[in-house]
């Protein structure tokens, strides 16, 4: 049977369009040996969640589907239903997940605008009116992304800071890690650097090479015991969760993980800098991770569009969104950035 | 980094203990190439959905990432939160899925005692009582399961019979397939034979042979249009659809899922075969996919389970699962039976 | 404008058929006086609440409209979504609710078949497999009815030989006193010696007299402080809320609640009684409230329905329900007993 | 006993500060006759709804015990899980019901911010990007309310234009009219002229002089079926429905409900005239309902505050609002006043 077609060029619509990392196939391979148990209680998910916990220091590690599950699971944990999660509007678990969080959790989103993507004590603390009050949703958690949904990252300090102050207003802290990797190559920092002020975590997989597996990494050990019968129920327990597992050894290996982040977010900066003084082109947000947010001429989106695979993020404001990959290369980047110069230079003359 | 061990010896607690078929793999390499849209858009998935399409005589298929969400989402379609779902008392819906339905759909289901697994029309009838009535949770639906959780098969007339008798009686019909593939090769039908009386329904990959992968198959074409929406509320949405696409397709190939269903049914024929006759041990159920269900002297279980991996289905009666997989082999049978001869004779002498 | 015309004659068929007691409706007519602030905090509710808690040696009193409310809200306080409540299949929570616990607060009823409508700590331990198992639905509560549904009454010995079963197995006790003052009256006992075994029970003001509402009695202090959110959220918060305590505080003086339940219970046993020895009529259960639950042949039921208001309870028994009322009075039984006594001489003629 | 004490003087605190109207208590007597049969198969019922679906033009009239159930239950027959409702982010829907829409129902609630607390065509077309893609939860009803949580009106050519966008945009339209009757009496138009444009809306009593009932008036008959379940599911069946019903056959005997919202109308209107002028004190919207929204010298509202009940409504801005009821007296009005011209002089001088 011929194989069906891919795109005809490198995307930069999503890091979900990559393939799989060659390391992570080949480990799905390497663990498709002999009979293992079910569910978790195997040798390669003991082994990777270990891994895991210590990279973290985290209570405990458990592997789910995708993203939206890892961040309805995570707040889950958290929270009674007539508790609410402070979040920016802009969130992924409120803007793209198709309401799962009010279904699964019923929890109501308490959202701030935000120009950025990050909150900030500030911002929650304006949402924490109605402590209290029985008429209102009761906020107890605050959900971050990092890097947030507009490529920008939270520092260290920003994390503790808005940690503490979570802490001490008696919140706990979910951090939608989908893109944690980016940050943390971005960042210099450790994977725990990133987790310390938080109670809960994901760790994406999916955008960083694997063929689908994030991780949800809980910090606060007192949230730990409940995740295993919350994730049956979310419909999240894999049966061969070697195979999840696996994914993650091997981006574990050699810090493949922080190799492919790295790569991916300095394919963006080439992308940023290719395009700069272009006229017509302008940077929305700085380039913190593997995302690049841009400002186009409208007259550029179509033509540029018609070719190339990208998002247009804001029409309103003719914002586009660039991502790179763990598989972008130079070579993909310069011909982008050559087509985006052609492109407006044709609009000009 | 040495790999970790798998089990020392063929488990027989359940075919999803056994590696992914390495065509299902290769597949998932055939499919890492370049770059395809995300969440279902690429030609792996349009290709592989539509073989099914096909293959079912259906309206819709959509992948989703195991067995408890194929079920949670294919109910889901059918009811209101006022509405029920009658099943089995034995249905994996009911007792293992940590309440996901009641959860997820938040629907009461009606549960039915039976001996085989099986639903019939008359027992479906005997849990209408009340509609109409407002103090009751309204029937709505009717969930059987084919191969059922003890092994047996309804018969494709019996199906039809069911199925007539559930829409005269204005209820839609939802049929766990986890073990599809299973009763079509004892029964020597087609997918789509199995197909034609429900509404809804699910063909397992993962228990066949898959890394992990679901169909979720709609049969009636009202029930389609909310699939995607309920499927991504649901967690249950892949970004690189393509490698659950893909084991479907390799499982697609030459009948391979025919293949692999038939080779462990085959596997526990030759395990019941075996054991007739051994003093100690009986048949609970017939045996009519790929689980021997017996019921052992309760002196030989634990001897036995010392060695070799299954699970205690019933303790209070002694029953015991046996599961036989794609990749049991005909050696495998052999050792367990002697290894259960050699048991019970010694128990005897 | 002409009033409506009530039933020709006295309803056996529930005790929510009848009126509210006239102190209860003066008592309304007293607290129409002046402006109070809403939701609770008003003199009407601090008095009645302190009343009760008083009386039940309670946590905190919360009023709300009704009794699947009144179950509701009680189960929830003591459940994550994934943990499951053991109660009798003829329990109101499960048959009578139209799946509101489900729909409510997610969770899986598990179910015990029981002849007599009380649950034991044996029947409890039987549903108590599957903890520790993240496939399964984790008991965590156990929910009783005292009046049960079928009329019959725990004593105090055993409601306290259950509680403590389940406190030593870290299961929370609930208890469905819609018709509690029927419980109190039967057994002789207070109020505080029906709940000093439970962490939550309901005490049923309408089937006692109210216009309707009913009172939930935390006992337990780490159960309280969610009450009020979890009110207002599952929509039972009154603005007026001094009209549902107004109408406790008439039932709480002179102990009417207690005249009015020993009066039904009395008319339930008159009506026993009566029937004794009549042919074609035998008791289904002891008379230990205010219903009477009687086996009839099946031709006396169509005559006396026709004339008479009650339910047939089990039609496959040809079991019927007739219940007093605290307005019931001798001459309205004796009426209903010389009907049942004509239709039966009248079949054996 | 020695009645509680009401507060000294009257409040600008709420409309549900206020006691029930004597012909509502009246009514509850007049119902109090015999026995009925219960949930609402009962002669008062029966009537009082045929009298409102005659004044609505409705499909079915459906009594409920409080306002926030009349929303969650109207708005929950509209919507699949996936769905969402649009409203302004000032609607009690979102803000004042502590989550009931997100637990009950389960699903989003796209707000929009707005001053006036009404939607508008453009502000609700505004919401309707996201169609169709599965990542988002998809907009299926429109939640307003008359009069708004500001105590302005949608004109009767507002609705229509609303109604007809929406009807044109696939989308269903709820109204919440916990003050409807003010809406009315303010337009000078009937119910039914309130009701042509939507689908569902409630009906407030208890605002307007009842005890304590609201009714569901559902206009779309397609919608009708369901309510019975629905209500009983989510805890708002009563089972001594006269009492409901007799609450709204009291407000419509005579037009009482139109009489007692004309009265509460102009009072809010002396009010607002009566402060005119007063230095310091200002209108923040247009007195179009029985509530006036006024902007104080923020020095103002701790000395008026410790005299007489109100609400500050918006901190930030020294915003409060003053309520007046059915019962609120031209001297209660004229005393208010005479005590903010004091409290003003005092500051000035």
């Given at each position: 049977m011929t194989p069906p077609q891919a795109l005809p060029r490198k995307s930069f619509g999503s890091d979900n369009h990559a393939r799989a990392h060659p390391a992570v196939l080949s480990a799905l391979g390497s663990a498709s040996r002999g009979d293992v148990t079910a569910y978790g209680d195997d040798p390669w998910t003991e082994r990777v969640a270990a891994q895991l916990r210590q990279e973290f220091g985290a209570s405990g590690v458990f592997f789910v589907f995708n993203g939206t599950a890892a961040n309805v699971l995570g707040v889950s944990l958290m929270l009674r239903p007539y508790e609410a999660v402070i979040c920016a509007e802009s969130a992924h678990l409120n803007?793209?997940?198709?309401?799962a969080a009010e279904r699964i959790i019923g929890c109501k989103l308490l959202t701030v605008p935000t120009d950025d993507g990050k909150l900030t004590p500030e911002l929650v603390a304006a949402r924490l009116a109605g402590r209290g009050d029985e008429h209102r949703a009761q906020p107890r958690a605050v959900a971050i992304t990092q890097a947030t949904e507009v490529g920008t990252c939270y520092t260290v300090a920003e994390l503790r800071r808005l940690g503490d102050f979570c802490h001490d207003s008696d919140l706990l802290v979910f951090l939608d890690g989908a893109r944690l990797a980016n940050a943390a190559a971005f960042l210099g920092c450790s994977l725990s650097d990133l987790a310390g002020s938080v109670d809960v975590l994901s760790f994406g997989g999916t955008k960083n090479g694997a063929v689908g597996a994030e991780a949800l990494v809980v910090m606060n050990p007192a949230l730990t015991a409940s995740v295993p019968f919350q994730r049956k129920q979310q419909m999240q327990l894999a049966s061969k969760m070697r195979y999840l597992a696996a994914q993650f050894g091997a981006l574990l290996e050699d810090q493949l993980w922080l190799q492919n982040a790295r790569h991916a977010n300095a394919m963006a900066q080439r992308l940023a800098a290719g395009v700069s003084g272009i006229p017509g082109v302008g940077l929305r947000y700085p380039v913190e991770s593997n995302g690049v947010f841009a400002t186009l001429d409208p007259a550029l989106i179509e033509p540029l569009a018609s070719e190339w695979n990208f998002y247009v993020w804001d029409a309103s404001e003719n914002v586009v969104r660039w991502m790179a990959a763990f598989d972008t290369s130079e070579e993909d980047v310069d011909a982008f950035v050559a087509a985006i110069r052609a492109a407006a230079l044709k609009l000009i003359s």
């Open positions: 803007v793209d997940e198709c309401g």
